[in-house]
């Protein structure tokens, strides 16, 4: 450990290589640890095993990811290596079946991901300015229209060209692209095409899985490029600024200034931590009454207390250091999980098939293209436009707006991400049944 020197009982660190902040030494006597309990088979169940096997294996796939030529530069960096890279470690048996099955419980079973998910939503809205908040939102969803028809008019259109159907392009690609996730997407869709072709639903899932998980991975790709693309041309991109007015601009960093100026407080954090998880119970008691997704209807409740402005200054402050909290320390570990729990890598590995690669790509390119044309003239910055209202339509709904938008470099974007996945799914299930009834 030269880097790490002994001083009166008590381990010193010297300026070196870190990760996590953590010296490689010290690093890497935790993850021996970690990765002994795991292959021993005494890893704890529950979070408290989970998360340590997860963060480890994030941090390091983060560093490769970040560090790795054209990866990092092109292909998301970090993210894109955690999530495939976990997904391969569980695949191919390189972890214990055993530590597998703790981190995909952690993450469904015991709602990581919901958890994570409510600290990203609250915060971020909450933290943003109220003013901006109003003003985006109103143009937002033309912008999730216009992604969607030039995906669904390209996808189509390709489809008939190459032989495959323009139906059966639009039907069995870009809608479940398209469609806002699995839990909220592909599963209803599946229902909604069986009662309608009399097909067998696990059928038309099994259908939607491969084109729903290769537009995911598509879209992570995308977002490294497009965050690549707006480094080389400033003038397209507000660097996680979505209204490119100058008012916008002020408004939000006067909001900067806000928020740097106040600093951390950790009763602060615990009352945003309980305002979080009290928005997300909020929105499933809404979905009892209301047929939308408890995600949308959280969204929907949180902008609106945002927008008229009724939940004191403290408690905002709150949810967004508790935001930012979540996001700079268990971003990594959360994408091991999205890796694990919800990449199916035989499948998209199985559907690389020339003709049904293009076809996906033609979704999201069209996704990107309408989305951020119709971005720029309601006022805009495209590229911001593109990986919202276009990108977060066509990934894996909650899951892959987390891995887009960390591939991106866009995290405070998360509001209108969620916005695209929950509300555009909603539509998206609409049109499905829409198109059916048109084609069929």
């Not at 639009?170 to 209803?188: D, F, K, N, R, T």
Request: charged residues 15%; contains cysteine.
């Amino acid at each position: 450990m030269s880097n790490v020197v002994l001083e009166n009982n008590v381990l010193q660190e010297k300026p070196g290589y870190k990760i996590m902040e953590i010296s490689l030494p010290i690093f890497a006597l935790i993850s021996v640890i970690v990765l002994a309990a795991t292959y021993m088979g005494v890893l704890p169940k529950g979070m408290i095993g989970a998360f340590p096997l997860m963060m480890v294996i994030g941090a390091v796939f983060n560093e490769i990811g970040n560090r790795t030529p054209i990866i990092k530069d092109y292909l998301g960096g970090g993210p894109i290596v955690i999530i495939f890279g976990a997904a391969a470690l569980v695949t191919y048996g390189i972890l214990p079946e055993k530590s597998g099955e703790i981190m995909i419980n952690f993450m469904k079973g015991e709602g990581f991901l919901d958890f994570y998910i409510a600290a990203l939503i609250c915060g971020s809205i909450l933290g943003m300015n109220r003013k901006l908040l109003i003003k985006a939102a109103i143009r937002y969803l033309p912008a999730i229209l216009g992604g969607v028809i030039t995906a669904m008019a390209l996808v189509g259109l390709i489809g008939a060209l190459i032989g495959f159907g323009a139906k059966e392009a639009i039907l069995y690609i870009g809608i479940p692209i398209m469609g806002g996730g699995m839990g909220a997407g592909a599963v209803p869709l599946s229902k909604i095409f069986s009662e309608a072709l009399n097909k067998d639903a696990t059928e038309m899932l099994s259908v939607m899985i491969p084109a729903l998980a290769l537009g995911n991975a598509l879209s992570i790709v995308a977002a490294g490029l497009l965050d690549k693309f707006g480094k080389n041309r400033p003038f397209f991109s507000g660097n996680g600024q979505l209204l490119k007015n100058k008012e916008a601009k002020l408004d939000g960093q006067e909001e900067g200034k806000k928020e740097e100026s106040n600093p951390v407080d950790y009763k602060l954090m615990g009352i945003g931590l309980l305002v979080a998880v009290t928005f997300f119970s909020w929105g499933r008691i809404l979905e009892k009454f209301i047929p939308i997704h408890s995600y949308a209807l959280m969204i929907i409740s949180v902008a609106v207390f945002k927008a008229i402005g009724i939940i004191p200054r403290k408690y905002e402050l709150g949810a967004f250091q508790w935001f930012r909290f979540v996001m700079i320390n268990l971003t990594p570990t959360l994408l091991v999980g999205i890796g694990v729990a919800y990449t199916d890598l035989p499948q998209v590995i199985a559907s690389l098939t020339p003709q049904y690669l293009l076809l996906v790509a033609c979704t999201v390119i069209g996704a990107i293209v309408g989305s951020g044309f119709v971005g720029a003239l309601l006022g805009f910055y495209p590229i911001e436009s593109a990986i919202t209202a276009g990108l977060c339509m066509a990934n894996m709904g909650g899951t892959g707006d987390v891995a887009v938008l960390s591939a991106a470099k866009r995290m405070e974007l998360m509001p209108f991400a969620q916005i695209s996945s929950r509300v555009g799914g909603a539509f998206i299930l609409i049109l499905a049944t829409a198109l059916l009834r048109l084609f069929m």
